[in-house]
């Protein structure tokens, strides 16, 4: 593709306002650096430029509002339909800021944003345990077995006395064929190949159900193929024979956990994105932490929020049928995996850059596709 860009009908009515959340610990480097470099190949490209709405969550928020999830940025969030999400640091807020929602929940539960897409691929000049690894985990992300979001009030977690604590486990099969129906899709548009991932052996009513009620989506779509396997199976095979995996389908709280897995099996968590979406809105948001040991030294990893920023342009593009902003998110995807190819990455890949020269890197190789 070359460097001029050739505009198609339609292109210059592309009119983005996308929300942008710092969050806390490095979030406000990664975040800016997103930006930078998601203004860069909006230009590159040649569409009108995104109207920014910077927004507060964390420390930030509770400087302003006295709270880490401030009713003015889910008001702000209501109006938009996507924004960009840095890391929140729920574990250092004052004690009185720490038992209510994490401001990723809450907006998770707020906007019901159902679908998690984490994607796994090993890239060239990354090593990575498990070299062979491209599959996209998706994870229902409204109820299961986390208790900050099965509830409709209250949480999941209570003690009836101080010493028995319990948990709620929630499946409903309305949640379970909407995350189905996604998870399908994408396999639609990959090799065509569905693990359904449980534990149904131990937990047979509500692993079971999910289960069930994706097999029962599955005949949806003759053209996947689709097989099921216990959750403890799935992250030894992850090791041992990724390939054997493309789209994997689970439960909240296992997603969670094999999507950490099989992001560093292939390379890093500093390069592991997601998006989490409803048919409706998408908010784009890094898998790991916000990392406060690393905050403000300038060597936190972007790759994981650029890669993120580009499934949002993605699914923008799917859902409005724009394809300039495919070509936007395509030209990012190209420009950091030929970053990294050529010997570039930051310290938690081994490399020497810091976040503002890899950065740098990556624009600048936006102009060479």
Known sequence: MSDSETRLPGDSDIRLRLGLIEG???????????????????????????????LLIGHAAIEEFGDPMPEP???ALEGLDAWIMGPHDNASYPADHRTGLPPGGAIRKRFGLYGNIRPARTLDGVRATTPEMDLVIVRENSEGLYADRNMFAGSGEFQPTADVALSVGVVTRAATERIAHLAFGIAQ???RRLTIVHKANVLPMTMGMFRDVCYEVAEAYPDVTVNDRHADAVAALLVRTPA??????????????LSDLAGELSGSLGM??????????AMAQAV???????????????VALLASSAMLLHWLAERDSYSALRRVAER???AVAETLR???????????ASTSEFTEQVRARLHRW
């Open 73 to 75: 940025t889910l008001k």
């Open 24 to 54: 806390d610990g490095i979030g406000p480097e990664i975040v800016r650096a997103t930006r930078t470099v998601v203004d860069e190949a909006v230009e590159v490209v040649g569409l009108p430029p995104i109207e920014w709405v910077p």
């Open 272 to 281: 592991a994105p997601s998006l989490n979406c409803s048919q409706r809105q």
């Open 342 to 352: 050529s010997g570039v990455a930051t310290s938690d890949l081994g490399g020497l």
């Open 244 to 257: 054997d995996f493309d789209v994997i389908v689970t439960e909240n709280l296992f997603g969670d956990i």
């Open 288 to 302: 790991h932490g916000a990392a406060p040991a690393l905050a403000g030294h300038n060597r936190a990893n972007p």
């Open 332 to 334: 990012i995807e190209h």
């Open 189 to 191: 548009t990959r090799s």
